[in-house]
């Protein structure tokens, strides 16, 4: 009896212990199930953004009219769908001569050219959203300044005025100038839109008129949702 026993006894741990480690996998299983769930509707979450550029000038009537009254207002409807990115260059050149400083050329006069700058040093300084609203304050008209525009976000003055007036600023200045020119050299009007495809002309004032509209029938074009 007692090998009888014996074997009994081993058959009944091995059957315990074999239960046991599968009780302790289980939890584990079904935690990695979790995550990837978690995962899954993260994703269906993401909301697709269509990228938007726009090249344009400071002290440009043109530019102002479309800021004001196109492009803001769309962007406070639709900034989680848009990835928007300004360029302040528009028909700007620089002339560059050997162990010369770079002369900077705008089209309506050298105050321009500093305010384009100011621009690209807001933009680099401000996270995107906010530096967004301060440009958009300082294209509503010829007289905003700059410190108005500035309200709430005083931390970041220093550093933007520090960029405007030294070298990061420069630097910007000419990356905006190639990126203008690969679009087109000259641009043929001010602002000119580029919305995810290469640039059109042809699409260009209906871009400006109607620009919300535009918007969303690209992004559904695109994306296949309807804003």
Known sequence: MRPNTANSFMELLFITLLIGSLLLLCPVRA?????????????????????????????????????THQLYPSWLRHQKEMK????PFGKAWIE?????????????????????????????????????SVVACLMKNFRTSFEQCMEGHESFQTSVVNCSQGQQGAKLFKEFANETDNVHRPLPFVPTIVADEPYNYYEQDDWLQHFDRKFMERYEAKFGVKL
Not at 42 to 65: A, R
Not at 112 to 127: D, Y
């Open 31 to 67: 935690a990695a199930t979790n995550n990837v769930n978690v995962q899954s509707s993260n994703t269906l979450n993401k909301t697709d953004q269509l990228p938007v550029t726009i090249y344009y000038e400071t002290l440009c009537s043109d530019s102002m009219v479309f800021i």
């Open 96 to 132: 560059e001569h050997p162990n010369e400083e770079p002369k900077y050329h705008c089209q309506h006069g050298p105050r321009e050219c500093q305010l384009n700058i100011l621009h690209g040093c807001i933009l680099k300084k401000l996270p995107p959203k906010k530096a967004f």
């Open 84 to 87: 928007l990115r300004l360029v």
